[in-house]
């Protein structure tokens, strides 16, 4: 009864410290939201003078402006905050850092956290920062990736620690196979597909890769590392054939030989890299190092335009999924009913649709697709920006696009389609477990988990699957104005770079975000627009309180996370299974990508 009574009491003022605070936690999250700036107006961010603009040290660069503020699962399972910025505030932030008097110059540093695409466009603000002030750009290196190499070569001067180590040796994507685990446990998984290349359901019936799978994942690679190797090329002053012979001999090098290589400029230690900033227009701080601001932080000063009409900015970000989906989903009832709102708007006059997305639910897709072709009957120009991968379902919405832009590095086409079927009928034998009850029809249990599929019934979903390969065609057939054959002879499942994706005419130019918010502008004939991010950059108010979880102080130079090998592994795989929550598609029919390429 004492236990009790203590328990009562315990839970009586516990609720009314939950009620105190939240009150207080109301009152706070109010004046948050009111201090937002949902206009897009800047926040007051400070910059004292002599300061360096950090990009990179364990910051993410995103699309969705929401995407910018950690999940609470990720504050609970990295115990630390990512800084992160999405990617038009990241580009007019180092456009603005050009023209701050405070602003001394840009530190890039490892740790960047963003795809191909993104990476190419912030190298072309980076360059064009470089080109366009006489500020210093220095990067600081200490045991580089390739990926984070390519990133870092941008910078006017590379300075690495001499008991350093840079690898710049190739890249490649490897995926783990489930196939005979699963068929082990007793899980069975069959699949009906359309597309030579659909290759996305290979790592749940197979043990290794298929040849057409092998084939062009290594046209991908080949590509991309073509464009690295171009890229740290110009940025070095070097000869793109010299640089890959390096690349392969062996490819990770000590600072000494990465000195001779001319891979780096300078080897300094850390304090000398201090006194290197201080001499280079950087001011001291208080704890003996320079006064530094990451890019994530200083894009806080960022203004959108809001004079004008309207130009909007639909970002569809993550797998597509049916209903409203999550912060990490596209869900196709809330963007179809985003671009209904727009379309019903008569101060929107333009659309950039800006997809970063593997696809995946057919029927999603589809409704959202229907919305943009609405649009476009509508009279509103509709131009698709692809960022880092916009493939199967991710281009099933791009193509009604009045134009379509991508880099040349971004991950595009699989224009294929595959049903899945899980079911557990042999796991339940193993198990002595019995599944019996009754239906009123041949087919009412079809594809129902507790058995597999019969043959007769693999054909009803196999008919389905032609049927919206076949829309599938459609859809890009007139959107891109091709004739059904020379959409299905590109198509079958196959992936695509941006730069081979031009070629074919999936893809109209190559450009960026802001290349394709400016080249909506002039459809529309707008000398000035206003500039609308949806979601915007404080639409969830989720992230708002789970700021107030995290530490908002900035990490410096010197003091990054080193990465944990384990973590990184068991955060990777349960990626990997926790997509499986977004194959939701009603019919089990997915327009979804293979594996994607990144060079980390």
Not at 143 to 171: D, N, R, W
Not at 222 to 227: A, E, I, L, N, P
Request: hydrophobic share 45%.
């Amino acid at each position: 009864m004492k236990d009790f009574l203590k328990g009562v009491l315990a839970s009586a003022v516990g609720s009314g410290l939950v009620l105190v605070l939240s009150a207080v936690l109301g009152a706070v999250m109010f004046a948050l939201i009111m201090m937002s700036s949902p206009s897009g107006q800047p926040a007051h961010v400070r910059v004292q003078p002599g300061t360096f603009i950090v990009i990179g040290n364990g910051m993410a660069v995103v699309d969705t402006p929401t995407h910018g503020s950690p999940t609470l699962g990720s504050l609970l399972l990295d115990g630390e905050r990512q800084p992160a910025v999405d990617l038009y505030r990241a580009l007019e932030a180092i456009d603005l850092a050009a023209k701050d008097r405070n602003v001394a110059g840009l530190l890039l540093a490892e740790g960047l956290d963003a795809g191909l695409a993104s990476r190419s466009e912030l190298r072309k603000a980076i360059d064009a920062f470089a080109r366009n002030t006489k500020k210093p750009v220095i990067a600081w290196m200490e045991g580089p990736s390739t990926g984070q190499y390519h990133f870092l070569s941008a910078a006017k001067t590379l300075v690495m620690h001499p008991s350093g180590e840079l690898q710049f040796s190739g890249i490649s994507a490897y995926s783990m196979y489930f196939g005979e685990g699963l068929r082990r446990l007793g899980i069975g998984v069959q699949v009906t597909k359309v597309g030579k290349y659909k290759s996305a359901v290979e790592p749940l019936i197979a043990d290794k890769m298929s040849e057409p799978a092998r084939q062009q994942e290594q046209e991908l690679l080949d590509d991309v590392w073509g464009r690295l190797v171009a890229d740290v090329a110009k940025s070095r002053g070097m000869a793109a054939s010299e640089l890959s012979q390096v690349a392969g001999k062996p490819g990770i090098f000590a600072a000494k030989r990465a000195l001779e290589l001319k891979l780096v400029d300078k080897l300094l230690q850390r304090d000398e890299l201090v006194a290197e900033i201080l001499a280079a227009g950087g001011e001291s701080d208080d704890n003996g190092s320079f006064r530094q601001m990451s890019l994530a932080r200083y894009a806080g000063k960022v203004a959108l335009p809001s004079t004008g009409p309207t130009l909007a900015v639909v970002y569809a970000e993550g797998e597509i999924v049916d209903g409203l989906g999550d912060e990490t989903s596209v869900g196709g009832d809330r963007v179809a009913a985003t671009l209904r709102r727009l379309r019903n708007d008569d101060e929107v006059k333009a659309v950039v649709l800006r997809v970063n997305s593997p696809g995946g639910s057919a029927f999603a897709s589809e409704i959202i697709h229907r919305e943009l072709e609405l649009l476009r009957k509508q009279g509103v120009p509709v131009v698709v920006s692809m960022g880092n991968l916009a493939a199967s379902g991710g281009y099933y919405i791009a193509a009604p696009g009045t134009t379509v832009m991508a880099d040349p590095m971004t991950i595009t086409g699989s224009i294929g389609v595959f049903g899945l079927h899980f079911n557990y009928g042999e796991l339940a034998t193993k198990l002595s477990i019995g599944t019996d009850g009754v239906k009123t029809a041949a087919h009412a249990d079809l594809l129902e988990p507790h058995r597999p599929a019969t043959p007769e019934e693999l054909a009803i979903v196999q008919t389905s699957v032609d049927e919206v390969y076949e829309q599938f065609l459609g859809v890009v057939s007139r959107g891109r104005k091709m004739e059904r054959d020379a959409v299905h002879a590109i198509a079958q499942g196959r992936v695509w770079t941006g730069a081979r994706a031009q070629k074919i005419g999936l893809v109209d130019r190559f450009g960026g975000l802001r290349d394709a918010i400016a080249e909506a502008a002039r459809q529309a004939k707008l000398t000035e627009h206003t500039l609308r991010q949806i979601p915007g950059l404080h639409d969830d108010q989720r992230s708002l309180a789970e700021r107030l979880l995290s530490d908002d102080e900035e990490n410096p130079v010197f003091a990054k996370a080193q990465r944990d090998p384990v973590r990184a592994l068991l955060k990777e795989q349960l990626r990997t299974l926790g997509n499986l929550r977004h194959l939701n598609d009603r019919r089990g029919i997915y327009l979804l990508a293979p594996l994607v390429v990144e060079a980390r």
